[in-house]
């Protein structure tokens, strides 16, 4: 494997992408997002490319997000990076979703944050037995970014606001029952998917490997989350939550009672929203979130304690959902001077 952070080749009709930063779980980089953003622009266009695939080196991950620590040190700095990833991030993720083509997403070990980004929103998407879905970021002081604005309140029922605001992880089945994928097949098999795509249309190429639909452990969890996640704040999810006195009730209520509450109170009205915008406005909008983060403290705390020292104590500021006023979650929401567009 190259030491280059991200490669492209053509094997037949198929165009396919490797992010290559096994180490760092095949974390994006700005650099990684802008050759993508150029590879895939080409393709688009060449018609010798039928099909485009991406999937991540080394074993553990597709790609377990954006290089975090590269944003949290420009946020501290002042420079530019950490606006120019998240904008260029965003165009990437409306470009794959916009692809005219067919884009097949195979999706193994962690999938988080960026990973779901340049996964999630293709046309294709393969998930296997190591497969590990989540939108961790009210966790780190973020939200649920890279589309979750879109795709999140468009799952059954209340499901997506209860992974935007605990970080739930899925699995495979999960992932099929939801329709976040369209395919389950076994890791073993992304080698012969690849060879097979190189070969035929997708339809065709991961029929041959897809395996059949197993139970899933969400579906049983259906009705609770559709009970306790109904309410119209955060402090509502979490009042009927304590008021059912089961395990599941307890540990989800001590687990959203970990996430910054800045970061609930944003995750719940963004994804609100997000039922009644378009996918390029929704990226608009997080776009303007993300532009407050920066400003603020709660991501650099989230960071510090989970990445950097990992004490796993992070001390937010406001510290109760009580003490975050509407006034301050309506800043993160008001358009920006110059608002963000898909098309640079």
């Known amino acids: 494997m190259s030491d280059e952070e991200i490669l492209f080749e053509r094997r037949g009709g198929l165009g396919l992408v490797t992010l290559n930063r096994p180490k760092a779980l095949n974390a994006l980089t700005l650099g990684m997002v802008r ?16 099909t485009v695939a991406v999937r991540g080196a080394g074993d553990r991950a597709l790609c377990a997000g954006g290089d975090i620590r590269a944003l949290y040190e420009s946020g501290k700095t002042g ?39 340049v996964a999630l929103h293709g046309s294709h998407r393969v998930a296997c037995e190591s497969t590990t879905f989540a939108m ?4 780190i002081g973020l939200f649920p970014d890279v589309g979750g604005t879109f795709f999140l309140p468009r799952l059954a029922g209340r499901v997506g606001l209860y992974l935007g605001l605990t970080g739930a992880r899925l699995k495979a089945a999960d ?67 304590d008021a059912d006195r089961s395990d599941w009730a307890r540990a989800t209520a001590a687990t959203i009672r970990t996430k910054s509450p800045t970061s609930l109170k944003i995750a719940f009205r963004q994804i609100m929203a997000g039922r009644r915008l378009p996918f390029r406005d929704c990226m608009a909008l997080e776009f303007r979130i993300t532009e407050r983060v920066q400003k603020g403290h709660d991501f650099y705390e989230g960071v510090r304690a989970t990445i950097l020292d990992k004490d796993g104590a992070p ?30």
């Open 35 to 50: 050759a993508m953003t150029l590879q895939l622009k080409a393709w688009a266009k060449d018609e010798h490319v039928k």
């Open 79 to 117: 420079t530019p990076y950490a606006s120019d990833f998240w904008s260029e991030e965003y165009r990437l993720n409306t470009l794959i979703k916009e692809f005219p083509k067919p884009y097949v997403a195979l999706m193994h070990g962690i999938v988080m944050g960026g990973g779901v980004g």
């Open 136 to 139: 961790p970021e009210t966790g």
């Open 175 to 241: 992932l099929r029952h939801l329709g976040l994928v369209t395919h389950v097949a076994p890791f073993a098999d992304f080698e012969a998917i690849v060879a097979a795509l190189a070969e035929t249309g997708p339809d065709r190429a991961l029929r041959a490997y897809a395996e059949q639909p197993q139970d899933a452990p969400i579906e049983a969890a259906m009705a609770e989350i559709d009970a306790h996640f109904g309410g119209e704040s955060v402090e509502e999810i979490l009042a009927s939550l």
């Open 315 to 344: 001390q937010w500021k406001p510290a109760t959902l009580e003490d975050v006023k509407p006034w301050m979650i309506d800043d993160y929401f008001t358009p920006l001077t110059q608002e963000w567009t898909a098309d640079a």
